[in-house]
Each structure stands twice: as C-alpha cells, then as structure tokens.
C-alpha cells in the first residue's frame, strides 16, 4: 500500500539527559526535508530530581493569600481544603510557643502543634476566630488551609483492549527487569508506607514491624482501607501477589481513612513520625492533593535532611497537573504506562512526572484475603518505591537518594524523546541499572513509539527511539520502521552507552482518519556484532485519531 503518510523522514542522535543534540540526514530522505524537530531536551521548568531544596521544581501556589490581611467578610473556605481548619507556619520555636500560650489565653481549643516543622492545625471551633488567631499568631506567622489529601481517582476494572490499554496481571516484576528470584530483595530496608492502613493479608502482614494511626478526625471513616492493603502487596507481596521488595520491612502510618480521605497537616506529620525513625525509611506516598500547602512542602524537606526520600503518585485524572507532594522537585513522582509500554491515558502529566512505572492491571492483594486487579498511578510509586529497596539491599553502601539516581539513570527512554512531562526519565528497567558496570553488554532496544501532536505543518510526527541500553559503545545500528506494512530503513552511528537515536516520520492525519487507525512496527539492528539482549530489538503499536 502506497500510503500519503510516508511523506518525510529524519534521524536524529541525541544524548538522553538532554545534552546537545546532533542531527544526521540519512541518504533516503527526500530532498530539502524539513528539519528534525529538537528532541531529547527537558521542559524548561524541568530542574531534576534534588536533595536541595533550592534545587527543587516551584511547588503550585498556595491560596494562602485568600487568609491575609483585612476583610469586611470572613474567607470563603475552598471546596478542596478541610472546612473550619487553619494552618499556621512560624519562623521559630519561639514564636510557635508565643502563640500557642496566647491562644491558650485567649480560650482557642482545638490547636495540635507539630514542632519539627515550626506548625501547628487549628481546629475551629467559632469560624470568627480567625480574625482573632490571626492577631495571636503575630506578624511573622503563615497562615493557610488544609488541603485535603486523596488516593488517585479509582480506574475501573480494565476491559482489555478498551483505549489501546493492556494489563500486566502479575507479570509487572519480570517486565520491569527484577530477578525471578528476588526473594531477598529489600532485606534490611525499610519502608513506610503513608495510606489507609495496611489489613491483615497473608501476603502482607508479616512484613509489617510498625503501625501508627494518625487519623484523628471526628468525621474520618473507621476502618483500615482496601488502598494501602493493594499498595503494600506491590513491595512485598510473597504469595498469590507478587511484590518487588518482598523482604523489606513495612512500616504502617495511617493518614487516610477507609475511604482514603484525609488532609495535608495529617500527611505531613506521617512524612515527619516516619523521617524521625531510625534509620529513616523510604517513604511512599501513593495519595495526594491539587491545593499546596506550605507545611507538607516543608516535611518533605525535613525527611530529605534526615537522609531519605519521598515517593509519590502522580494522580489518576488524565489531566496537565501532577499532584502534590508529586510536583516537588524533590519528590519522586510516578506516572503510569501499560504493558504495552504506553503511557496510560489516566496518568497525569506535567510538573513533577519524574520517572514510569507499570500502572495497568496489575495483580494487587484485596482486604478480604484474596487478589484484585488494581490500576493507578497509586500502584506504580509503590514499585518504585520497593525498587529502590531491592537495589539498596544489593548496595548497602548507598543512600536511598544515591540509589534512586541510578533508577533514574538507567530508565529506559518512552513517550516522546527525552525527558517528557508523561514518563520523565522513561520506564524504568531495574535489569539495565543492576548490570551498570558489568562490561561487555551490546544491547540496543526499540524503547518507544510515539506519535506527536499535530504541528504547524498540519502533520503529526511519529518518533521511534532506539537506545544503546548496554555498558559498551555501538558502532552502527540499523533500524526498520513499518507503518501498514510499508518499510523505511534508518541507520545510526557510533551510540555510546545510554544515548538515543530517533527517527521521525510525518504523517498526514487523514490518513489515520481514513483508515481508522495505523500499525507501526519497528526493529533495531546491531549491524557489526551480536545483541547481547535481543528481546528488547522491536515494538508494536496501534495509533487511532
């Protein structure tokens, strides 16, 4: 078939991280093509995953200016903040006491203060309070509400083949490049596990060595929720389910209540109770907000000054905003793809998406005893979360932060090229980071198929990226694209370890109207010598309007 779609063609090599870029225009490309888009360059709010708070992404902004200065009316209460509640930040000890005498003076109840962050929550009694607590607060003092915080927006079970998505069931660990025989992994790190509560499910209550329950609110639903039982399986389920860190200790902090509601304050102490542990375990936070709150901001930092890290799930909304605690530059946030290595169309994307990992179908232990299929975004922080664990027990020299940049390093480079704000860093490939330093790997992957939004040209860029996923340089690949049968032939040279090459092709979107969808298929190539991992040489997609 003579289709219209194949109307130009480049190849671009580029370095992963977002170096410069360099561009090759193969012999078969059509004369005076147009020129290749740059690919392969993080979006300019992109700063990287840091320990320095000076380093980190800027939170989005607080609605705490609605508290400030005089009003005729009292505020209205947002409708995603806890209703008659205030927060209030200080600069010192000092003044946190001032205040906290005055308002017992004043005869302000309600008021739990959380000192190693300079906080404390008032819980109002008298919504005319507030004119009052502002004054006893002093000058100096922050005040602002209580967003609440939500597990993701649940995923219906998953009709397969419904929106292009594929499941994973239980074969998420052996995807992600985790051993068969894992079995140790995790051992001797721990994690805490910031959700509803973990029940108790053969598959995971062993592994729980610690529970704390800091749901205080009247108002909250009793009872430990299914959310933190499928979370907890994803790191060290052992039986039915299939964890990635099955030998790591769990440390149970309940924030959120049976039906996963809870509030920014509550969440940020939980990242405070498990920083203060020792030593510090990792922290997952499969849960989150759209309002910020300065305090949670500030737990983060506290648990990343006492030398942990803090996991995050991105949101299950589809939409451009990433929740919070995820959009911290110093937070780990997750996003979702499917076994079919696309991202999930549930997946949040934007500010804060730090790096993919499988988040469709995946087999999760269920309070009643058994197992369910659980999507989210909610269930791939915890297997980054338990892949940070198992490498640490393998590397028991290295900080949590230490080991989360190799993570990050060694993920594979999906969606579009480069860093993107679906997939981050890419998917992550556990099998890559673990052979790091072993010698003599030649290995090139297909590891994306992407196709653009439609350009100024009114054509839409499909890109195939293949990367140089071994320890040793590549001195020249070949790659076959198919799109409705239809071959193109690409050539690159001299890939160091971990750069990319992509190949673009434009195609009309009518053509994909017309037909009602396209095929691609594409095959890499090491063209000199053999591939030490040829099981990651192709890719297979299937693009609608």
């Known amino acids: 078939m003579n289709l219209k779609t194949l109307l130009s063609f480049s190849a671009v090599c580029g370095l992963l991280a977002g170096a410069a870029?360099?561009?090759?225009?193969?012999?078969?490309?059509?004369?005076?093509?147009p020129e290749p888009d740059r690919v392969g360059q993080p979006p300019p709010w992109y700063l990287g995953f840091s320990a320095d708070a000076d380093g980190a992404v800027p939170a989005p902004p607080s609605r705490s200016a609605q508290l400030e200065g005089e009003w005729e009316e009292m505020p209205d209460w947002p409708g995603d903040a806890v209703p008659d509640e205030l927060l209030f930040s200080f600069s010192s000890e000092e003044e946190l006491n001032d205040f906290l005498r005055r308002a017992a003076r004043a005869g302000i109840t309600g008021i739990q203060a959380l000192?190693?962050?300079l906080s404390a929550r008032v819980r109002l009694a008298n919504p005319a309070d507030v004119r009052l607590l502002r004054q006893l607060a002093g000058p100096g003092a922050h005040m602002d509400f209580n967003s609440f915080v939500l597990t993701p927006e649940p995923i219906p079970p998953l009709d397969e083949g419904v929106g292009g998505r594929r499941s994973f069931g239980g074969s998420f660990a052996d995807w992600m490049g985790v051993p068969a025989d894992n079995a140790r992994w995790g051992e001797g790190v721990r994690i805490a596990i910031l959700d509803t509560g973990i029940g108790d499910h053969p598959d995971v209550a062993s592994r729980v060595i610690l529970s704390m329950d800091l749901v205080t609110s009247s108002d909250a639903e009793p009872g430990v929720g299914s959310h933190g039982t499928a979370v907890a399986s994803l790191i060290t389920g052992h039986g039915?389910?299939?964890?990635?860190?099955?030998?790591?200790?769990?440390?149970d902090i309940r924030v959120l209540d049976a039906n996963g509601v809870g509030d920014a304050f509550t969440l940020a102490q939980g990242i405070v109770a498990a920083a203060n542990l020792i030593p510090p375990p990792i922290i997952n936070v499969s849960l989150g907000a759209y309002g910020d709150t300065p305090v949670l901001q500030q737990a983060v930092q506290y648990a990343m000054g006492k030398g942990t890290i803090v996991v995050a799930a991105a949101g299950n909304d589809g939409g451009d905003r990433v929740l919070t605690p995820a959009t911290y530059g110093n937070v780990i946030g997750v996003g979702a793809f499917d076994a079919g290595n696309h991202h999930a169309s549930f997946s949040n994307r934007g500010q804060g998406i730090t790096i993919g990992a499988p988040g469709v179908g995946l087999n999760a232990a269920s309070t009643d005893g058994g197992s369910f299929s659980f999507s989210g975004t909610s269930g791939g922080a915890p297997l980054i979360t338990g892949g940070v664990a198992g490498y640490l027990s393998l590397n028991p020299g290295m900080t949590p932060y230490e080991a989360a940049l190799d993570i990050l390093h060694y993920a594979d480079d999906t969606g579009p090229p480069g860093f993107d704000p679906y997939m981050g860093a890419g998917a992550v490939n556990f099998e890559r980071t673990l052979q790091k330093d072993i010698p003599g790997i030649y290995d090139?992957?297909?590891?994306?198929?992407?196709?653009?939004?439609?350009?100024q040209d009114g054509l839409r860029p499909l890109y195939v990226t293949v990367q140089n996923s071994g320890t040793e340089a590549v001195g020249s690949v070949g790659l076959d694209v198919w799109i409705e049968g239809v071959d193109k032939r690409f050539q690159f040279s001299n890939l160091p370890p971990g750069q990319t090459g992509v190949a673009k092709v434009l195609i009309d979107p009518s053509e994909i109207e017309q037909l009602g969808s396209i095929r691609v298929e594409s095959e890499a190539k090491l063209l000199n010598r053999e591939d030490s991992r040829p099981h990651n040489n192709s890719a297979k997609s299937t693009f609608r309007p």
């Open 115 to 117: 000192r190693e962050l």
């Open 240 to 251: 039915d389910t299939r964890g990635v860190a099955p030998a790591a200790e769990i440390i």
């Open 21 to 33: 870029l360099w561009f090759v225009l193969l012999p078969a490309v059509p004369e005076a093509p």
């Open 444 to 455: 090139v992957a297909v590891t994306s198929q992407y196709l653009g939004p439609v350009g």
